[in-house]
């Protein structure tokens, strides 16, 4: 028993539950959560500081009414990449850019097997 | 602070796959210890409550008497509860004496104290287990390394939404001289779902 950090149970910050369990609804979620954690164990985060973001992210995310559907997920997603910035480990305009890449790759069966394209998180080489 | 502008057009999965490549790139974060972290908060997270419990229950006798007699309220007593499931109705503990062995269980579905003991252990929710704990405990406990004599009953608790089990361990041998917190440390939480019998280790 050696986790990182004790996670809220209850209140704004804590994470959706199912009968106790983390509920994830989608993969990404739960990778998000473990690169999170990761981070956090490794010394690279400070989760009082994440927690007090991304509770600050739902916050003013609940003040303000939109046509957006609720996502805590993506709440969390901000407060890590809002954390990164901060600790000048990662910057947005990084992230904007790679997502892009990512997102314009070819899908499906048709996908050409270019040194872009991954199916396993490896990109250490890919600058 | 305001992140308004990222979630345009992107989908947080291909995002959530760049922020990853680039800690992994940046050396910060192996994806091997990503896969570990989530594994392990799904599985593993928080018997720690239940284990504070426990040993306060081998230390304190009348408070013992109060966890055994209504579950809740007397781990209130210990600043837990107010966080946990307001779903749950009860919290009964049950006591494992030399003669009597309990082993917890939902049959129907993965019913778990989860406010003393966190989330369920992977096998907990296995159809194999949920149907064996009731059919051939004594069996079950066995091949998980738990054999008990003949003569020690075992009782199974079906847990429901309205009522949730929890076992209290027998203290084990060799530790009258440890304060609470040491004792903590020595309550699993597989021995409070009945599954282990906790020995005195070194």
Redesign the interface.
Known sequence: ?N??V??D??GAAAPP?E????AFS???E??????T???V??G?LDWEAFRG?LI??IA?WEATARDEEW?Y??RW??A???S?EAAG??A?P???R??????ARPHGHDHRHDRDHHH???????? | ???DH??GS?????????????????G????A???A??E???Q?????RGARVVAQAWTDPAFRARLLEDGMPAIRELGFG????AHVARLVVKENTDSVHNLVVCTL????P??VL???PAWYKSPAYRSRAVREPRRLLAELGLDLSPDVEVRVWDSSAEVRYMVLPQRPEGTDGLGVEELTGLVTRDSMIGVERLQRTG
């Open positions: 028993m986790l990182p004790r996670l149970e209850d539950r009968n106790g369990e983390l989608a993969p990404w739960s990778r998000l959560f473990g690169l954690m990761a981070l164990e490794v690279r973001r600050g992210g003013a996502s997920w993506l997603q901000e890590l990449e809002d990164l480990l990662v947005a990084e992230i904007d790679l997502t892009g890449q990512f997102a396993e998180h490896s990109m250490e080489n890919d600058e | 602070m305001t992140a990222r979630h992107d989908s947080p999965a291909t995002r959530t796959e760049a922020i990853e490549a680039l800690l992994v790139g940046k910060l974060v192996k994806s210890a990503v896969d972290l989530v392990r908060y799904e593993d997270v928080g018997p720690l107010d966080n946990t499931d579905c993965s019913c778990y989860w406010a966190g989330l369920p």
